[in-house]
């Protein structure tokens, strides 16, 4: 699906670019969310099935957290927030579902952010190879027997380079720049949610 003004960017809700970092590093959950959001269109410029399975995933993970924000407002401002909140949690209402789906969501961001970044980099690498590299650096580890050949054929299946970048706009030196912000802002958040979710106040077991 082609963006319809001839720029995908233009046509998204919202830029990792526009999601507020606090001092503390702390990261709004509503805008966040929104942004991972319009992360998610991006596979249907992709344009294959083959990458229902990881939309589907992502999007998935995304309402987890949304849930959990709808449950405590107060708590969950923040990404930081709303995982230490959930975290609290006792007796019958002891969960830590939200925080998990955060975990799964960030390496979803990640893998999305390097294959990317990877292609970006290299005018002479197609997506596939770029995306095939990402997905053994972030989700692969963590993918079990199951699951790792859906993922592998959706690699399998990604456009040829030239067609996916035609696809995001028409003015190629504008989706570039535009491309390279976003994933610049998207690696500054990937990286403080890694060392959060890798800290004692992330774990729930």
């Given at each position: ?52 399975p ?22 969950g ?35 999305t ?58 003015d ?34």
């Amino acid at each position: 699906m082609a963006a319809p003004t001839g720029n995908f960017f233009d046509t998204v809700k919202r830029s990792f670019a526009d999601v507020p970092i606090k001092a503390d590093n702390e990261i709004s959950t509503s805008e966040f969310l929104e942004a991972a959001e319009s992360l998610t269109t991006l596979f249907d410029v992709l344009g294959s099935v083959a990458f229902t399975p990881v939309k589907t995933d992502m999007t998935g993970n995304i309402e987890k957290v949304r849930e959990r924000q709808l449950k405590d407002p107060a708590a969950g401002e923040t990404l930081q927030g709303l995982v230490k909140g959930e975290l609290k949690l006792t007796g019958a209402e002891k969960t830590h579902k939200a925080t998990e789906g955060l975990l799964w969501l960030t390496r979803g961001l990640d893998f999305t952010r390097q294959g990317l970044s990877h292609n970006l980099a290299d005018p002479k690498v197609e997506l596939s190879n770029s995306f095939r590299e990402a997905y053994g650096k972030t989700l692969k580890p963590h993918h079990s027997f199951v699951v790792k050949p859906v993922f592998s054929m959706a690699m399998s299946a990604t456009p040829y380079r030239k067609d996916f970048y035609a696809k995001m706009g028409d003015d190629q030196t504008k989706v570039e720049q535009q491309l390279e912000e976003w994933l610049k802002a998207l690696e500054k958040i990937v990286g403080i949610l890694n060392a959060f979710l890798a800290s004692k106040d992330a774990k729930w077991k």
